[in-house]
């Protein structure tokens, strides 16, 4: 089975290979979409660490484990997982997908689990993603984010959705890190009313991720699709701003234009023509994440809408808010 896909790679592999987020990216970036290029490590590519994983006294008290020893478990799991080094194999398949890019470039590495980003489930939020990575630091960068798969929320959270928790798969997208002016999300349905001839697009300036993460009020605007017709134009404190950093790694800081759009009416145009675009290739609605850096739109990644019950909507964003403010303090201790 191969460890390595290229978004031009055909044929397309499977859900299962890539994951939801890899296999999207790639049919995205095959139908002519401005997807920034890159490539996904596979399920394969990681069976050799889940392997170690499973042969370790400490899985066995994973598989045994009740809710409140799960935390500590699974710390234990990722702290093992850490001190697994790329195979022979892994390494070169890795350095072969590298060759196209420039030494200097910067990567985001984000997680695709095959059970991510499908129409019945949605992990957002959950899995962890390194900004700004360059080439000397990649391994580090996906040894972080397979750690993840490992993590007592995700366990919990598949387990919930009679996900198969106890079998952890991970794919990672390895893709070029766009130094964005302004990024954000859109809708090609209106999130609230469900009207399917609005788009909703909610932006900051800087990298997409304090928007993704719901880490600031950002700008929101509405588009008629139909007509094009910009219906709202709604101006966000966007209080912090996350900024990429040239020798790599990222920067959060206050953005001194806070108080202006963030988004030009030229910019809406093209971000509703392409989640218009999307959506049609998709064949349902989708949510996408974006950013415009050199006046030019780029489509990072597009998965289609989960609709779920608002009860599980509120519970799941209380859960994520209580696991920041765990991570906080433990940083702050540290």
């Not at 020798?247 to 023509?273: C, F, K, V």
């Amino acid at each position: 089975m191969k460890l390595v896909y290229r978004f031009g790679d055909s044929p397309l592999p499977s859900l299962d290979q890539v994951g939801g987020k890899g296999l999207s990216l790639m049919q995205l970036f095959q139908a002519g979409f401005p997807v920034p290029p890159g490539f996904v490590l596979t399920t394969a590519f990681f069976e050799p660490w889940i392997v170690l994983l499973k042969a370790t006294p400490v899985w066995k008290q994973f598989l045994a484990a009740d809710p409140a020893g799960l935390r500590d478990v699974c710390q234990r799991l990722k702290a093992i997982s850490a001190g697994y080094e790329l195979a022979t194999e892994q390494k070169k398949r890795l350095r072969e997908a590298l060759i196209v890019f420039d030494e200097k470039t910067l990567f985001a590495v984000r997680s695709s689990s095959p059970e991510e980003d499908l129409g019945s489930a949605s992990f957002a939020g959950g899995y962890e993603t390194v900004l700004g990575v360059p080439v000397d630091r990649l391994e580090a960068g996906i040894h972080t984010v397979f750690a993840t798969c490992l993590d007592a929320r995700i366990v919990t959270y598949k387990h919930e959705r009679g996900l198969a928790a106890a079998a952890p798969r991970i794919a990672i997208v390895v893709q070029e890190q766009i130094a964005s002016e302004a990024a954000g999300v859109g809708f090609s349905v209106h999130p609230v009313s469900g009207d399917p001839d609005q788009a909703v697009f909610e932006s900051n300036w800087g990298l997409g991720e304090t928007v993704v993460a719901g880490r600031v009020s950002p700008d929101r605007f509405v588009v008629h699709k139909p007509t094009r017709k910009i219906l709202e134009r709604q101006l966000g404190k966007k209080e912090r701003a996350i900024v990429l950093l040239t020798g790599g790694g990222t920067h959060e800081r206050e953005d001194p234009r806070h108080e202006q759009l963030s988004l030009q009416d030229g910019q809406l145009q093209a971000l509703t023509e392409a989640v218009i675009a999307i959506e049609r290739h998709a064949g349902r609605p989708i949510d996408m994440e974006w950013a415009f850096a050199g006046g030019r739109l780029h489509v990072l990644q597009a998965r289609p809408i989960v609709k779920r019950a608002a009860a599980e909507t509120k519970k799941e964003k209380i859960v994520q808010k209580i696991w920041e403010r765990i991570k906080a303090l433990v940083q702050w201790r540290a």
